[in-house]
């Protein structure tokens, strides 16, 4: 069984940057998809980045020019990495696996930008 542990949030600052991480326990990471959502609530789901098996790369709007998506294989984790952080980045962050046709998420992990 698959399962995601997202680590790495909390409360920062505007401006300030921040680092998000993902372990995945129970799966053939390497062979995945992998990617970051965000969830504020009473809205939907959002795309912020995603990464390919080979390494492509996708990043929803929100996330061009401030974010960066990474994978290391050999500890079956995925990053984000976000910075120049706002108010309009507080949402719950979640990681999502995909992997021989399911879909996994993580519990996520609540971001919460305040002065």
């Known amino acids: 069984q698959v399962q995601l542990v997202e680590s790495g949030g909390g409360l920062v600052h505007p401006g300030d940057s921040l680092r998000l991480s993902c372990s995945a326990s129970?799966?053939?990471?390497?062979?995945?998809?992998v990617g970051w959502w965000r969830q504020v609530p009473g809205q939907p789901r959002e795309l912020l980045a995603f990464?390919?098996?080979?390494?492509?790369?996708k990043y929803g709007e929100s996330m061009e020019g401030r974010g960066t998506i990474s994978r290391d294989n050999a500890k079956n984790t995925m990053y984000l990495d976000v910075d120049n952080l706002g108010p309009d980045d507080t949402a719950r962050y979640h990681c999502?696996?995909?992997?021989?046709?399911?879909?996994?998420w993580g519990q996520g992990t609540q971001v919460t930008v305040s002065s």
């Open positions: 129970g799966s053939t990471f390497s062979a995945g998809s």
């Open positions: 990464m390919s098996p080979e390494g492509q790369i």
């Open positions: 999502r696996l995909d992997l021989k046709g399911n879909v996994y």
